[in-house]
């Protein structure tokens, strides 16, 4: 998994590049192929390894101020290297783009190399959603690395515990410390996590 990072003095030529029309900024997620990324070298003057698999162009967001790597959409890869215990998912179900992002664990999960639970939290009755699609309840994974299972325990009770008396300081640090985050990056998230930062990590 390897993450770069670009600007640019002018963003036409990377509009060219993606044979879209101009922009102010980005407003999608890019896939990539080689000769895209050969290109992508030639404009920025970076040289992008080569064989590196499946490759995204995002739009800049407020969280990679962060002085490291922030877990979000980086889970699988995190946790196939042993460097994330713990990834925590929720969302409305049925849905079928949440259904094939978790089914990307399942050959881990099978092998052994994750543990995972599945909570749902049914509605008392269907409810339609804004796109047309109807929401039967609310849906959380939790996968652990073996021998990190307690964290998922771990995690269930400190959620249960701030919808009783609110989230705090405390819960957020609670947070990191069992997604994996290490202390001093639990400092830094909890003197600059507020204004434009983002809960997501």
Same mark, same amino acid.
């Given at each position: ?16 590049? $993606?044979?879209? @029309? /101009?922009?102010?900024? %980005? &407003? ?7 000769? =895209? ?40 890869? $995190?946790?196939? @290297? /042993?460097?994330?215990? %713990? &990834? ?7 849905? =079928? ?105």
């Amino acid at each position: 998994m390897l993450e770069a990072q670009f600007s640019l003095d002018a963003i036409a030529p990377l509009f060219a590049l $993606l044979g879209e @029309e /101009g922009g102010d900024e %980005l &407003a999608r997620i890019y896939e990539l192929d080689a000769t =895209d990324l050969r290109s992508l070298s030639a404009l920025t003057g970076f040289q992008f390894p080569g064989d590196v698999g499946p490759v995204q162009l995002r739009p800049w967001h407020a969280l990679r101020n962060v002085p490291y790597l922030i877990h979000t959409e980086f889970e699988l890869a $995190l946790m196939l @290297e /042993g460097r994330k215990p %713990l &990834a925590v998912f929720e969302d409305a179900y049925p849905c =079928d783009w949440f259904a094939t992002m978790i089914a990307r664990f399942d050959p881990f999960v099978r092998d052994g190399r994750f543990v995972r639970r599945v909570l749902d939290k049914p509605l008392s009755a269907p409810v339609a959603a804004s796109i047309g699609a109807s929401v039967e309840g609310m849906r959380s994974v939790y996968v652990a690395l073996p021998g990190q299972e307690w964290r998922i325990d771990a995690y269930i009770e400190m959620w249960q515990s701030a919808k009783k008396s609110g989230w705090s300081e405390a819960s957020e640090r609670r947070q990191g410390e069992l997604l994996g985050y290490t202390d001093w990056q639990c400092d830094w998230w909890a003197k600059n996590r507020l204004g434009s930062l983002s809960r997501r990590r």
